[in-house]
């Protein structure tokens, strides 16, 4: 069966690293904001290992965009006597993109520094 996706976002909170109980393996957890729309937000939650998750938490903070590749795994647990399934993204490639800083709108003086004189001769 296919089970790939990739999501386009910003990461919600810093990357969290960890370390398994089982195997004493490291890993990060952090979370993807993907805005399809202006009013709309939908939050994946990541799991990336091994050199991935070190690429993560050595690269990417809280606010940074990124692409994220991987399957989607279901995680069930017991909650109130119900059995509740949520999603986790595990993440097989990340690809850091470029942070988009907002720029100052440069004042009068610099926009005129260097321009040619416009100025009608007669």
């Not at 790939?4 to 919600?12: A, E, F, H, P, S």
């Not at 690269?59 to 006597?81: F, H």
């Not at 097989?92 to 005129?112: D, I, M, N, Y």
Request: glycine share 6%; charged share 30%; hydrophobic share 35%.
């Amino acid at each position: 069966m296919l089970n790939t996706i990739q999501v386009m976002g910003r990461l919600g909170n810093d990357p969290e690293i960890k370390t398994s109980s089982k195997s004493d393996a490291k890993y990060v957890t952090f979370s993807l904001a993907n805005s399809p729309r202006k009013d709309e937000t939908y939050w994946f939650n990541c799991v990336a290992f091994n050199r991935t998750a070190q690429l993560v938490a050595d690269y990417l903070k809280k606010g940074s965009m990124a692409i994220i590749e991987g399957n989607m795994v279901p995680e069930k647990y017991e909650k109130d006597g119900k059995t509740i399934t949520s999603w986790k993204l595990v993440a097989k490639r990340v690809h850091f993109l470029p942070s988009q800083k907002k720029t100052e709108e440069p004042s009068r003086e610099a926009v005129g520094a260097g321009a040619v004189d416009d100025e009608i001769p007669f």
